[in-house]
């Protein structure tokens, strides 16, 4: 039986607490890049929702580009569901097309439309891509605040100089960033080697770390010898199934040690040790279920050394990222 998370966590500054890890809704109605309606059902979803929800979970995280709307849609129809207090967090994707900020007042109507809410509690610019620059979306998320869309602002996938920026202007409104959603797992650690993550930590900025399974690489259940992830967000091919081995191993006599946990569970615990807010998927209820595994204990520091030694000399490529830097 799952048991109730107790421990919250401070989102920001701000006056919400949330669960220490969150529910990601990138899979739900996402038939092009996680093939919904193949892999999972809306039964699976419903399932995944309630399982999440049930042990405590409070913390949603949704966007307007998941599924063009898919997941926000169905993440309503699940609102309906429960009276539980939930904290819900969406994401306005700068397209090209968006050539005026006044674009973001129309992209969040649509988000609260689909949502069935008034108001958002946290609404971050999904990318920092151009031609829009950082101080303008950032303007325009003040002004969303001023008429009562949300209620907090936040950014993702945000450096930490394009971060510096946004809070220069939030400054000027005396408001403070509330988060900053970023790309972290054990495969995946730049935020933490630029300072990203030490800079929020001195801020009092949340972080929030998506995709902290590295989209399924970190559960073990790829070996050379198995079939390779589908879909378009596919990161493994044989050569870094092949080159992790070593570290799922590692995962695997670690999560042993505390108590025969999965190397997920191992993965995601890892991010909460490092003063994240880990947002994990979940397809289904067995998916949750072992998501919710991950917390409620604490790797050790040894722990924790050996899986960055062990992960250290392994580097995925993501071009969507040095976009967004340039």
């Known amino acids: ?69 898919g997941s926000e849609k169905l993440l309503y129809e699940l609102l309906k569901t429960t009276d539980r207090e939930l904290i819900i967090a969406s994401k306005l994707f700068p397209y090209p097309w968006r050539l005026s900020t006044k674009s973001l007042i129309r992209g969040l109507k649509g988000t609260l439309k689909r949502l069935g809410v008034e108001s958002l509690d946290l609404y971050m610019m999904h990318w920092p891509l151009p031609p829009i620059s950082v101080e303008k979306w950032t303007a325009s998320l003040v002004r969303a605040r001023e008429e009562g869309l949300i209620k907090h602002i936040g950014v993702s996938n945000y450096s930490l100089s394009q971060m510096r920026r946004v809070q220069e202007v939030l400054s000027k409104h005396k408001l403070d960033l509330a988060a900053s959603q970023i790309h972290y797992s054990l495969l995946h650690h730049p935020p933490e080697k630029n300072s990203l993550i030490q800079a929020c930590h001195e801020d009092q900025v949340a972080v929030v770390a998506y995709s902290p399974l590295a989209q399924g690489l970190l559960t073990g259940k790829y070996t050379p010898e198995s079939s390779l992830p589908k879909g378009m967000m596919r990161l493994g091919n044989r050569s870094v199934i092949k080159r992790i081995q070593p570290l799922i191993v590692l995962m695997r006599q670690i999560g042993e040690r505390a108590g025969g946990k999965t190397p997920a569970q191992v993965a995601i615990n890892w991010a909460s040790k490092k003063g994240t807010v880990p947002i994990v998927g979940a397809k289904n209820r067995r998916q949750a279920e072992e998501n919710l595994g991950s917390i409620g204990w604490s790797l050790t520091d040894d722990d924790v050394h050996d899986l960055e030694i062990a992960s250290s000399d392994i580097k995925l490529a993501f071009p969507m990222e040095k976009l967004a830097r340039s």
């Open 1 to 69: 039986m799952m048991t109730k998370p107790t421990d919250l966590i401070r989102l920001g500054k701000s006056e919400i607490w949330i669960t220490p890890i969150g529910l990601g809704t990138w899979s739900w109605g996402d038939r092009l890049f996680w093939s919904y309606g193949i892999s999972h059902s809306i039964q699976d979803v419903k399932d995944a929702f309630e399982a999440s929800i049930m042990a405590g979970i409070n913390f949603i995280d949704t966007a307007e580009i998941y599924g063009f709307g």
